[in-house]
Structure formats: C-alpha cells, structure tokens
C-alpha cells in the first residue's frame, strides 16, 4: 500500500496544520488540538474555559484518561496549569515539569504525572480571556522551544475565532427563538385584545428611545424592547368576564386585573429564551416610593426596564383616546408625569423623556389612537 511520507520540515508540518484548521467544517477545534498534539509529540491537547474561579475542559483529544482528565467536569482554577498560566508563573512552556521549581510543587503535576506542557490563553476579539489552549505529556520533552509557543499561540487565536463563531451562532438562535415566542405570545394576546397588541408597539419605540438617551447597553435595549413588548402579556389569563366588560371594574374586579403582571411573569418563566424577562414582567406596575404591586419594590430594587416602560406605558395611555375620554395633550401628560416624579415614576425615566420623544421622528410615538380597552 502506498503511503505518503510525512514532511520533514517542521515548518512545513505547522504550515499545513493551520491551513486544515482554517479550512475545517467539521469540529475544527477538535482537529486543531490532534494537529497540535501530534506535531509538537504531546499525550493530550485541550481547551479550557477559566471563565471565573473554575476550569472547564471544554475539549480534549488524546489520552485523556491517564491525566484523570474528564471534559465537562469543573476543578478549582487554583493550582493547576491552566491558572499559573494565567497567573504568569508560567510563560507557556515547561519542558520538564518534575525538574522545573515553577511547577514541580504543584499537587497537579504528581497527580496528573505530568512531564511537560505548552499552551497559550485564548483571547476573544474583545481582548477578555476566555481560557487556555493546552498541551501536556507523561514525559518530558526538551525539543520544545519557543517556536514551539508561538506556534501554540497561532492556534490558539484560530481557536478563539471558533468559538466566538460558536457564540454568534448560538446568540443568533437564542434570538431567533425569543422573537418566534415572542410573536407567538402578541398574536395570542392580539387574538383577545386588538388594542393591547397595537399598544404594546407604541411603548416600544418610546421605551427604546429614553433607553438609548439613558445610554443602556445594547443588552439592556433589547431587554427594554421584549419587556415593553409583553408587559401586557399576563392579560391572557384574565377572565373575558373582566377584560371585556363594558363598563367600569368593581373594586374586586381590579384585584383579579391587578395580578396581570404575576400571571405574565410566571407565564415567561416557563419559557427558557424569555425566563431573564420575567422579573422585570412582573415588576411593572411597581412604583418608585414603593405603593405600587404586587411586591412594593422601591427605587432601585425595581429592574430598569420595568421603570421605563412603566413611563412609557402610561405617556401612551394618556395620550390615546378611551371610550370614556379623549387623549390628553402632550404637553398635559408630561405635565402628569412630571407632577408624579419622585412618587409614581422613576425621576431619571421622566426627565429623559421629552427629550427621547424630541428625538425621535415626528409621529412615531405622538400619534393618536382610539382604544378599546382601559384596563391598563
């Protein structure tokens, strides 16, 4: 059987290494590592996450088992490779770990019966760290040199770029699946309630406004986007007995209104792409002295996205026409909103306000509507 000799160059080897990295499409990390492994004579090449005080081997190739190590399984940071690497004890290569007084000591290298290892931190694009690309051996290995490390750095770039790949795409899903929930819950609601689903996208371009002048990141935008999206969504639950009554609630009638945003909550908790929001859900009618429901939050205690929307909820509602009144003028609701600073509504939502409504293109939130239903 005719077999190709291997190259021998090492340069040559760590050339073609990196060129079937790059143009892997089928677990490429896994690939850099035996690549890695098998060039540089190492029993066993991983990745570790050291996000925190722990490390994770989020992959490993080779031997494995004769190290006691296990991929998914966390061990303290503190004392192993991995965190002296980071630490600075080490630079990236120990060529004879039993002989080497950095790392001799370490109850890792006896228990794991190291003799050498190389590796290199994995950097994101943000310049965090987000763990370790390793190599270790039984034995040791002299023939180890520093081009021997940048070559391991090489790799462990191109394997940041993997898993940041990773992470977009996983992001991507995660907000494909809460925009499809998300779509999902509206169109129930909109099913019993036209105007709340038509109410719910007019506080959304006000509340993504003042969140933008409040300078929130962009996380804290889209949270504010998907809470003022739902915040009626616990209106599902209530009784059509209540929701479509004609005429004025009675006193326990409002009760059984009032534990909308519990039902709503609790309603997104069960489901993992929008359980984060519902905290802020069932936050939204707090007030900022504490009156509000249905836990009495005050202040800061109530989540930011909940505060702006509560704003923006009520700037809507008195700006549109009910059938028991005409819209207030605009100057006449933040008048309201201004008068009840402090004791109804976050001082700092309130005064950002005007401004994000001067901000934004004429008609986009100042647009009169007839609604159909008061029970906000």
């Not at 994770?56 to 190590?69: D, K």
């Not at 004392?79 to 002296?84: I, K, L, R, V």
């Amino acid at each position: 059987m005719h077999t190709t000799p291997p190259p021998t160059d090492a340069a040559d080897v760590r050339l073609r290494a990196v060129a079937e990295l790059a143009t892997a499409t089928s677990s490429p990390i896994s690939r850099a590592l035996d690549a890695v492994r098998l060039l540089l004579g190492m029993d066993m090449a991983y990745v570790a996450d050291t996000r925190g005080a722990q490390r994770e081997l989020v992959a490993v190739t080779g031997e494995a088992a004769s190290f006691g190590a296990h991929a998914d399984r966390s061990v303290a940071l503190a004392g192993t490779y991995c965190g002296e690497l980071l630490a600075g004890t080490i630079d990236g290569l120990v060529t004879d770990a039993r002989r080497d007084p950095r790392v001799s000591r370490l109850a890792s290298t006896r228990r794991a019966d190291i003799g050498a290892f190389i590796g290199q931190p994995i950097k994101l694009w943000d310049g965090t760290v987000f763990g370790v690309m390793g190599c270790v051996s039984h034995d040791a290995r002299p023939h180890l040199d520093e081009r021997d490390v940048q070559f391991v750095a090489l790799i462990a770039r191109l394997i940041a770029g993997q898993l940041e790949q990773q992470q977009l795409a996983e992001q991507h899903e995660r907000t494909r699946m809460t925009t499809e929930l998300v779509r999902t819950l509206l169109a129930a609601l909109a099913a019993r309630d036209g105007y709340t689903s038509d109410h719910s996208y007019g506080v959304v371009k006000l509340a993504l406004a003042v969140g933008r002048m409040l300078d929130l990141t962009s996380e804290e935008l889209i949270e504010v986007e998907q809470v003022a999206l739902l915040h009626d969504i616990g209106k599902i639950g209530m009784p059509d007995r209540i929701l479509q009554k004609p005429g004025p609630l009675s006193e326990d009638e409002w009760s059984v209104m009032r534990t909308h945003p519990v039902v709503g909550a609790d309603l997104v908790s069960r489901m993992d792409a929008l359980a984060h929001l519902a905290p802020a859900i069932r936050a939204e009618h707090e007030r900022w002295d504490g009156t509000g429901y249905p836990d009495g939050l005050t202040t800061e205690a109530i989540p930011t996205s909940s505060r702006i929307v509560f704003v923006c909820d009520a700037l809507h509602a008195m700006t549109s026409d009910r059938p028991y009144r005409t819209a207030m003028s605009y100057g006449a609701a933040i008048t309201e909103l201004q008068r009840n600073s402090g004791t109804q509504f976050s001082p700092a939502v309130v005064a950002a306000t005007p401004r994000s409504i001067a901000a934004m293109h004429p008609g986009d939130f100042l647009r009169t509507q007839t609604v159909t239903d008061p029970r906000q």
